[in-house]
């Protein structure tokens, strides 16, 4: 009976600590120095917590500037690293309405960032500006939480872990009244997330009027994706769109994806495409993917007797990327058979750049046969 009796008061203690604890969620580890002040109540929505900052920030009376940030679920695995002192923090400071960040070097210096599949908790940090007494965003920037980082010149109120969608939600409506350059960033921050309503909103950047080059990104960012419902949308906004560079970059996102249907569309464009120049790109791709599919098509447009030289010479360029069991047998096939003297000539190109045996052999040929 006794121990019934202290099972239930250890149970009833164990939930007392439970419930003072923050939400699951809301404790990811953050190693800040410096001017930190800490707004991450799990009982505020983000929205609020941000408007609790610039509070904060008004209160203190000290400049016109602040950094806000926060943690929340990528996409990516996203590392940052340098040749320094990895025991020594990034030290974070503002040149005009960019951060910067910076780290002390000894010896050799160099910055790395790397990303790839899979999800990890990383690290947002906001600047604000404050003009006429209203905070602007100013910049925005991810944050690799296995390092650490120094706030020295300016505060930064962190707001803790921040739920998916209202993280996507604060972003997407910053980018809309933003900078070429701050769009761009908030882009690739908005494609990090997890999401599902990240597609949508690419593909609206792409289609929408935006920045040449903001929706070049966009387009970047979905061909990322790699799988069957990112190639859908790539496919509609490639008959959409009459940018020759937006289309080009849909064809880099192309030769990235995983989906069998993607060599399919690398092949038509090679094939039909109006484009001379998105014609070449394509056939450059095909080059690169070596697949069967791909290798037929080249030969295709080597063989086609109504195709432009200059086209049939991107086909034998790609074709001398292909691996070399692959690529030489084919390339003393077009010196031998095809028609065009131009086209040959490219063949035997690059045929004597080969380390072959076949290519060596066939040289031996036509020079005894001269």
């Known amino acids: 009976m006794k121990s019934r009796f202290l099972f239930g008061v250890a149970a009833f203690v164990l939930i007392l600590i439970w419930a003072a604890l923050p939400a699951i969620g809301n404790d990811t580890e953050v190693a800040l120095k410096g001017k930190v002040h800490y707004l991450d109540k799990p009982d505020l929505s983000l929205a609020k917590k941000m408007d609790a900052a610039y509070q904060e920030f008004k209160k203190s009376g000290s400049g016109d500037a602040y950094?806000?940030?926060?943690?929340?679920?990528?996409?990516?695995?996203?590392?940052?690293g340098s040749h320094g002192d990895e025991s020594r923090p990034y030290i974070i400071t503002v040149s005009g309405d960019r951060i910067k960040r910076k780290r002390a070097y000894e010896g050799k210096s160099g910055e790395s960032y790397t990303d790839k599949d899979g999800t990890e908790v990383v690290g947002v940090v906001f600047l604000h500006k404050v003009t006429?007494?209203?905070?602007?965003?100013?910049?925005?920037?991810?944050i690799d939480l296995d390092n650490s980082y120094e706030f020295m010149d300016m505060p930064i109120y962190w707001l803790g872990d921040a739920k998916d969608e209202e993280s996507?939600?604060?972003?997407?409506?910053?980018?809309?009244?933003?900078?070429?350059?701050?769009?761009?960033?908030?882009?690739?921050?908005?494609?990090?997330?997890?999401?599902?309503?990240?597609?949508?909103?690419l593909h609206r950047v792409s289609l929408g009027n935006y920045d040449l080059k903001v929706r070049e990104n966009a387009i970047f960012w979905?061909?990322?994706?790699?799988?069957?419902?990112?190639l859908k949308d790539l496919l509609e906004i490639y008959r959409k769109i009459d940018e020759s560079k937006l289309k080009k970059q849909i064809i880099f996102a192309l030769q990235m994806s995983d989906q069998p249907e993607a060599v399919k569309e690398l092949i038509r464009i090679a094939k039909n495409d109006e484009d001379q120049k998105?014609?070449?790109?394509?056939?450059?791709?095909?080059?690169?993917?070596?697949?069967?599919?791909?290798?037929?098509?080249?030969?295709?447009?080597?063989?086609?007797?109504?195709?432009?030289?200059?086209?049939?010479?991107?086909?034998?360029?790609?074709?001398?990327?292909?691996?070399?069991?692959?690529?030489?047998?084919?390339?003393?096939?077009?010196?031998?058979?095809?028609?065009?003297?131009?086209?040959k000539k490219q063949a035997i190109f690059w045929l004597g750049q080969k380390d072959s045996d076949a290519a060596l052999k066939f040289f031996e040929e036509i020079l005894i046969k001269k």
């Open 132 to 142: 006429e007494k209203t905070p602007h965003l100013a910049d925005v920037e991810l």
């Open 67 to 80: 950094f806000t940030g926060y943690a929340f679920l990528s996409r990516h695995e996203i590392h940052q």
């Open 222 to 230: 979905l061909g990322n994706y790699k799988d069957e419902r990112s």
């Open 168 to 201: 996507y939600s604060y972003l997407t409506h910053e980018f809309e009244s933003k900078d070429t350059k701050l769009q761009r960033n908030i882009l690739f921050i908005i494609s990090s997330h997890v999401s599902s309503k990240v597609y949508d909103f």
């Open 278 to 343: 998105l014609r070449k790109d394509a056939i450059f791709w095909l080059g690169q993917k070596a697949s069967e599919e791909s290798v037929k098509a080249l030969k295709d447009v080597v063989n086609d007797s109504d195709e432009d030289t200059k086209v049939k010479e991107s086909a034998v360029f790609a074709i001398s990327q292909l691996p070399i069991e692959k690529s030489v047998p084919m390339l003393i096939d077009i010196a031998k058979t095809n028609k065009n003297p131009k086209v």
